[in-house]
């Protein structure tokens, strides 16, 4: 039963790979979504189980820290330039 179930994955991912263009190193990605949809479509022909719910992806890095300098910028507020007055026309 294992043995056709990885079949099946390995099938549809390789239908997944060729499907978005035979593009190297999405493999693992291709295998978890057909994994997600072959689980699916068993949990959907057995009455009584619960569907499989696919993996979130993984958290993304949370980003550096801002520089002191552009947090210091960033706590200070705009400035507006002052007008500049008009020179008298000479006659």
Do not use: Y
């Not at 079949?7 to 190193?25: N, V, Y």
């Not at 689980?39 to 057995?46: H, P, R, T, V």
């Not at 958290?59 to 820290?65: E, M, S």
């Amino acid at each position: 039963m294992a043995d056709d179930r990885h079949e099946r994955i390995r099938q549809r991912a390789h239908a997944i790979w060729e499907r978005e263009g035979r593009r190297d190193g999405d493999h693992e990605r291709h295998w978890h979504q057909a994994a997600g949809e072959i689980d699916a479509e068993d949990a959907a022909a057995k009455p009584g189980r619960k569907p499989a719910t696919p993996r979130k992806p993984a958290a993304a890095k949370p980003k550096t820290a801002p520089s002191k300098v552009t947090a210091a910028k960033a706590a200070k507020p705009a400035v507006a330039a002052k007008p500049r007055a008009r020179k008298a026309k000479a006659e």
